[in-house]
């Protein structure tokens, strides 16, 4: 069983779009659902202001509290799995991964960003902190301006998992299929060969028709076999979990920009691209601030971020 996953809300209808996704993911991993707000003390809000008062600070835990207890009731009402709330002091990146330990969480599933009294989440600091930091999954949920529905239980059909090649990059396996297998999806694993280009050709007019056909000849024939290598070690992952009955398939592309072809391969039907922040070999290394960073602010579809361990 996992035991729980956690939910970070802002107060705003922004952050409440995380909801559907992690009450489905509660339902099909017989999971706990545990929301939590930070609380942001008033004095460290706005001490330049000097208007710091514990009157009005206990009113706006009131409020909190009250805000949590009602998501909580609706959620509730809807799941058989515990859903508890906390309203907890601090830094917000910093209380969610304490929080997450602390409830011995799995997974936290949370929007990109949101609108609260305080503007303080998400696609930015915090966001880019925990995916850093964070050392469970991270499942992001892109809001949109209308509330979320709450009645609608979100699956996942096709899911995208980038690899590089690496020890590091598979790390995005074992919680990108353990959702999947939960939710009864396939997967598609995408291998993203960067081309090969010469780096200089012939001035002689002379010698430059024959010379340059023979180095394009040698840039198509390793294209080729780097093509062949990439599909063979897909092959090689994918045997290792055929006998758990997954429907996995791959693909191979040439492309100069990594984060570009996986959000060009995340096309319907896909509804879900996991990827882990950063890997080692290959030809293609997923940094975040480049491969998965690109990929986080440019998805439509909700990501499952992973921070690989050494």
């Known amino acids: ?16 779009h995380a909801l559907p996704l992690a009450m489905s993911m509660a339902r099909r991993l017989n999971a706990s659902l545990n929301l939590i707000h930070v609380h942001t003390l008033l004095d460290a809000a706005y001490a330049e202001l000097q208007v710091f008062d514990t009157t009005l600070d206990q009113e706006l835990r009131a ?8 998501i909580q009731k609706r ?40 609108k609260g009294p ?3 989440f998400w696609l930015g600091s915090t966001t880019d ?13 892109h809001p949109n301006v209308s509330e979320p529905d709450m009645l609608n239980d979100p699956t996942i059909k096709h899911m995208l998992i980038p690899l590089d090649g690496s020890p590091w990059a598979e790390q995005i396996l074992e919680p990108a299929l353990t959702l999947g297998a939960a939710m009864h999806a396939d997967f598609t694993l995408l291998r993203v060969i960067t ?7 012939p001035a002689e007019p002379a010698i430059f028709g024959s010379v340059a056909t023979d180095i394009l000849d040698r ?15 897909l092959e090689q992952v994918t045997d290792r979990f055929r006998k758990d009955g997954l429907k996995i398939a791959t693909r191979v592309v040439v492309e100069d920009q990594p984060g570009v072809a996986i959000l060009e391969n995340a096309k319907p039907p896909t509804d879900m691209i996991a990827i882990d922040t950063h890997g080692r070999g290959g030809l293609s290394r997923f940094l975040l601030g480049s491969v998965a960073d690109k ?13 690989p361990t050494a």
């Open 1 to 16: 069983m996992i035991r729980s996953i956690l939910v970070p809300l802002d107060g705003s209808t922004f952050g409440e």
């Open 63 to 70: 409020k909190e509290r009250e805000y949590l207890q009602s």
């Open 75 to 114: 959620v509730q009402d809807r799941l058989s799995v515990p859903v508890t709330i906390r309203n907890v002091d601090g830094d917000i990146a910093t209380v969610i991964r304490e929080q997450a330990e602390s409830l011995q969480a799995k997974w936290v599933v949370m929007t990109t960003h949101g």
């Open 118 to 120: 305080l503007a303080r």
């Open 129 to 141: 902190e925990l995916v850093r930091s964070l050392p469970i999954p991270l499942v992001l949920v």
């Open 195 to 201: 081309p090969v280009y010469p780096v200089s050709l």
């Open 219 to 233: 840039v198509e024939h390793l294209h080729a076999d780097l093509k062949k290598e990439a599909a063979a070690y």
């Open 295 to 307: 990929v986080i602010r440019g998805s439509r579809v909700p990501i499952l971020v992973h921070k």
